[in-house]
């Protein structure tokens, strides 16, 4: 086992697939731009999910065929996009009236880092000559019933991103409830970050050695998020 | 998979308990989900805070909830009508309070309800009997007063086409309230004249999202509460 | 000249005429319920009106031939109308929108009372026994641009309806800027109600006698509302 | 009689004075006006705020505009892009100022001003450095921030269709902010790539009524910005 790099633990296609697997059928999705967007491949067999994107489309279907993409029919991410039956248009601050209403069922979002409490980082790594961008993020963080981060559980430089409090300024306080990694699936709960389930291949040490704050076991009964 | 089709009214109302709090869709009677509250009579609940921007006429649809007593509260712009003697009876008897909100006031905390923002300043009703007790603030050298969003345990709406999805489409004037209710209701319970699959609406002229919307069901030819009135008609 | 009746000085209709003369080309126009409502049809030749019915349609048109109404098309007074080419339908947050935020040109109006600052009494008598029961009024003159009011002089007992200060529950707090009677019309200035024209055979002492505050002469620029 | 075409983009930018505040419709590429932005380009307006979402990519519309240095502050949510240096450099020197603003809250603010509604409470930045020295005020137990409406003296949208009265439709994910931009703006201009009579447009279907638009200018085939900075181009 290597301390950096992916060669244990979940690809991200395999971090994607378990995080789906935890959405129920009929919910309303908003996925972030990056490793989120990979979510949407992996829906589980039986189960229909509506995905949001907020600039203004609910029932987003997947990248258009070469040569079918219309510049104006993009997602948050700015890449084409597709619609499918059932989906509607509308303008930013219905879009957003969605989000910030509590509509959605679930965000899915990257993170820098996430507290114990909760508190996301996402947005800006706060250096002096960064062009702060903030986006939808604190829309989507404040507004949507459930935040999911996926996320590698360490930098490329091995630092933890789940830690006691976040260094990075915040996109929301207290918001997070599940945390998806290459390594494992942990909660956020009043007590602090809770083991879920552990990658193949990866035990409760490893996975603790690599966060920032203490780990809780797994939980005898499982709570639904 | 999403199917939000209730079998029938009855259904689609099934799970209003007492003391909820409902808001009703139309403008007089342009989008008065009629069958939906004559299902909400048969089914019994009571002590409820109604939010809707009149009371009715005769003794139909939201006339005839107020008279069977069904209401503690109304909120809503204007509570006159030309052809009811229920909710004045209700309203001096005592027996239906009443919140009286400028119309523009209670589209927009209803909005506000649905969009997730707690509160907003306005221009409106500021130096009359309305503003009682509320805070003003001043804004570019302009009083305004502080109005709350307003949610619903159970929006009640009509539309002219639905989706198996919920997205909806309506018939001219009878938009009015029904959009920002279907946002601002828990449960948002919709009767529709057509019921089609999704994708049967063009995406670029769905008005209401499916996001907003639980219950779907077919009332084919709804009533027109105007007609009611005039053949004397009573419900139940 | 009798103190009751309107044997003198100007018609409803021609009042509604005389109203309809000062609203410019192109105009954006909110029609109260009742009297107001006859404006729409004096627009003076050459003239594009555009009328907004705050229960969500712009371009409302008159109302519908005999058998081809629509229940589901009606105006703020509940009455069945029709759309022109180029209107548009809209839900209340929209159509309020429209009045909140300065769209509107021009509201017409009828009154209970107008005081000399411009206070408007027209949707309670107060009285305990009322049905109190404001709709749009408050909305439409805290937003509208200009406020028209168009109402006989008097009340049908012969009290005036233009006062020193309302005795009726407000509508809102300076915001009437001409009042068109059967005897006059009469602009709404910061020093008071002034006379910009008088009915035919109707002197200023008349107009005076009828007026519960001080009418100040015509003025002689009449500057245009 | 009411007619507000413009004869061409000129014409139709003509009026934007030294000081100006414009709020440019768009997310990305979709949606910017960028024959409007050229055309305030050539007009020569500057010291402007501009209230948009992106900065742009390339060297064209948005980007080019803040590149010929009329822009003294953005006011937008995500000014990063994947095709530009320009906001960059201009930010980091000191020559343009940066409103950061979420989102939601900017498309809200923006709807707020153009609906007449001063402030109002959201939850969204509470806790993070976008609340520094922002008001807060808790509601049913969650702090929330005071934000403002947001108007302009000008906004520059882009239509699929518009009628000469001004009523108009989008295309698809290009409508984003343009509908609340079209209220917020006291003089709002749109190019539109089709442009017929009134009556053509389904009153059912207009997303944003005449009111709003005080000049359209037609537009047919508008450039996409992604192909022009594909292609290298720079304006002007």
């Given at each position: 086992m290597t301390e950096t790099g992916n060669s244990i633990g979940w690809s991200r296609e395999e971090m994607a697939g378990r995080l789906a697997e935890d959405i129920p059928d009929g919910s309303y999705v908003n996925l972030g731009i990056g490793l989120p967007e990979l979510v949407a491949r992996f829906v589980p067999e039986g189960r229909e999910l509506v995905y949001h994107t907020e600039n203004g489309l609910l029932g987003m279907g997947p990248s258009p065929k070469e040569g079918e993409g219309d510049p104006e029919l993009i997602n948050a991410g700015k890449r084409q996009v597709t619609a499918k039956p059932g989906a509607s248009y509308f303008h930013q601050s219905d879009s957003f009236a969605m989000i910030r209403g509590g509509h959605l069922d679930l965000c899915v979002l990257g993170a820098l880092q996430v507290s114990r409490a909760g508190d996301l980082a996402n947005w800006s790594l706060g250096g002096p000559d960064d062009i702060p961008a903030v986006g939808g993020a604190m829309d989507l963080v404040a507004g949507v019933k459930s935040i999911f981060?996926?996320?590698?559980?360490?930098?490329?430089?091995?630092?933890?991103?789940?830690?006691e409090s976040c260094t990075y300024p915040l996109t929301g306080l207290r918001v997070v409830d599940r945390v998806y990694t290459d390594l494992a699936v942990i909660a956020v709960r009043p007590e602090g970050f809770q083991l879920i389930e552990l990658a193949p291949g990866v035990d409760f040490d490893l996975v603790q050695e690599r966060t920032g704050a203490r780990l809780l076991p797994?939980?005898?009964?499982?709570?639904h998020v | 998979?999403?199917?939000?089709?209730?079998?029938?009214?009855?259904?689609?109302?099934?799970?209003?308990?007492?003391?909820?709090?409902?808001m009703i869709g139309g403008f007089g009677e342009a989008g008065s989900p009629i069958e939906l509250i004559h299902a909400l009579i048969?089914?019994?609940?009571?002590?409820?805070?109604?939010?809707?921007?009149?009371?009715?006429?005769?003794?139909?649809?939201l006339a005839a909830l107020?008279?069977?007593?069904?209401?503690?509260?109304?909120?809503?712009?204007?509570?006159r009508t030309a052809n009811s003697t229920v909710f004045p009876d209700l309203y001096r008897s005592g027996r239906t309070q009443l919140e009286l909100v400028p119309q523009g006031t209670?589209?927009?905390?209803?909005?506000?309800?649905?969009?997730?923002?707690?509160?907003?300043?306005?221009?409106?009703?500021?130096?009359?009997?309305?503003?009682?007790?509320?805070?003003?603030?001043?804004?570019?050298?302009?009083?305004?007063?502080?109005?709350?969003?307003?949610?619903?345990?159970?929006?009640?709406?009509?539309?002219?086409?639905?989706?198996?999805h919920g997205n909806l489409v309506y018939n001219?004037?009878?938009?009015?309230?029904?959009?920002?209710?279907?946002?601002?209701?828990?449960?948002?319970?919709?009767?529709?004249?057509?019921?089609?699959?999704p994708g049967e609406i063009d995406p670029e002229r769905v008005i209401t999202p499916e996001i907003f919307v639980d219950r779907v069901?077919?009332?084919?030819?709804?009533?027109?509460?105007?007609a009611l009135v005039a053949a004397g008609a009573t419900y139940p």
């Open positions: 981060v996926i996320t590698q559980h360490c930098t490329k430089d091995g630092a933890p991103k789940l830690v797994v939980a005898e009964t499982t709570s | 998979m999403i199917d939000k089709r209730a079998a029938n009214v009855a259904e689609a109302v099934s799970e209003v308990f007492d003391g909820a709090t409902i048969d089914q019994g609940a009571s002590d409820l805070t109604v939010i809707s921007n009149n009371c009715g006429s005769g003794e139909v649809g107020l008279k069977a007593g069904r209401v503690s509260k109304m909120i809503c712009s204007f509570p209670l589209a927009e905390r209803i909005r506000a309800g649905g969009a997730g923002i707690p509160a907003f300043y306005t221009p409106t009703a500021v130096g009359t009997p309305l503003a009682d007790g509320k805070e003003t603030r001043r804004f570019h050298d302009r009083d305004c007063l502080l109005e709350s969003g307003l949610t619903a345990d159970f929006t009640l709406i009509k539309a002219r086409r639905a989706d198996t001219k004037t009878a938009r009015n309230f029904s959009p920002v209710m279907a946002m601002a209701g828990r449960i948002t319970i919709v009767q529709a004249a057509e019921l089609v699959a069901v077919h009332v084919p030819n709804p009533a027109h509460e105007s």
